[in-house]
């Protein structure tokens, strides 16, 4: 564990949120997590209390790591408090970049100068959302990936102003969490979700094409080139609408039409076919 880091508030309790805060807690750091709403706070708290079990049954968490994380986590709805003496902030909350700005703001306000201001995101300028702060050297990328507590990769995203102290203590915090992190500089898409979301999107033009069933599509990723996933299929784990907002963001910014949205994937979301949490996407959830 990094000797400048010992507590991280995550803001944020959603899936990334939870996730980002399970993975903290095992590596050893007291993790508080904070939401404006408490039930989504209370819903955090079982998922990383089932996922640990899970995990101890699995034989991948002993059951002393499980009571150690479980008692390193605090919930709290009040930001201010939450981040009282914090020596990062991870911000994990909707894709949305006025919405990040303000969280930024209040961390700021709230953190003591040197503390990094990370913020998890898929494919949202780093530099916009530390635009508004007083000292933007602080703020990075740290793009986790669903589901948090089983995939090793985090990509971390720097800035034309982040410091390298920044850089530094974001390495050591993610390699302290057991992942494996990759560095790459603030563009639309980055690295990660770039290469993605240009698969995924041409998957789906197939489909409406006719070209093959949304089974074989992934069938042909899966065994031709080793993917665990087929691309549609993980479109239904990350979640039709983000797929959107992440497509509808790189298309804005690099105007580029080989990331426009293709008409199934806006109709999808239109008829509220999200993926696994809505339990209808390309695929049938039960």
């Not at 880091?5 to 095992?26: D, F, P, R």
């Not at 530099?127 to 990936?145: L, N, Q």
């Amino acid at each position: 564990m990094p000797d400048s880091v010992k507590t991280i508030v995550v803001v944020g309790s959603g899936t990334m949120g939870s996730g980002i805060a399970h993975v903290a807690a095992l590596a050893g750091f007291k993790v508080r997590v904070t939401d404006e709403m408490p039930h989504i706070l209370e819903k955090a708290k079982k998922s990383i209390e089932a996922n640990l079990a899970t995990g101890v049954e699995k034989g991948k968490v002993t059951k002393e790591q499980k009571t150690k994380a479980l008692a390193n986590l605090s919930f709290d709805s009040d930001l201010q408090a939450a981040a009282d003496g914090a020596d990062m902030a991870i911000e994990a909350i909707v894709e949305d970049i006025h919405d990040k700005q303000i969280v930024a703001e209040l961390l700021e306000r709230y953190l003591d100068t040197e503390v990094v201001i990370a913020t998890n995101t898929s494919s949202l300028s780093i530099a916009e959302i530390g635009s508004m702060i007083v000292h933007p050297e602080r703020v990075i990328g740290m793009h986790f990936f669903n589901p948090v507590h089983i995939m090793p990769l985090v990509e971390i995203i720097t800035h034309p102003r982040s410091s390298d102290e920044a850089l530094e203590t974001t390495l050591a915090v993610t390699k302290a969490m057991g992942k494996e992190p990759i560095v790459v500089k603030d563009s639309p898409g980055f690295a990660s979700s770039r290469l993605g979301i240009a698969l995924g999107l041409e998957a789906m033009r197939m489909l409406e094409d006719g070209v093959a069933s949304a089974e074989d599509i992934d069938k042909a990723m899966e065994l031709g080139y080793r993917h665990p996933m087929g691309p549609l299929r993980l479109t239904d784990l990350v979640g039709l609408d983000v797929r959107l907002a992440i497509a509808e963001s790189l298309k804005a910014a690099t105007g580029s039409d080989r990331f426009a949205p293709p008409a199934i994937l806006k109709q999808k979301v239109a008829a509220g076919e999200l993926g696994k949490k809505s339990g209808q996407g390309f695929y049938t959830w039960t």
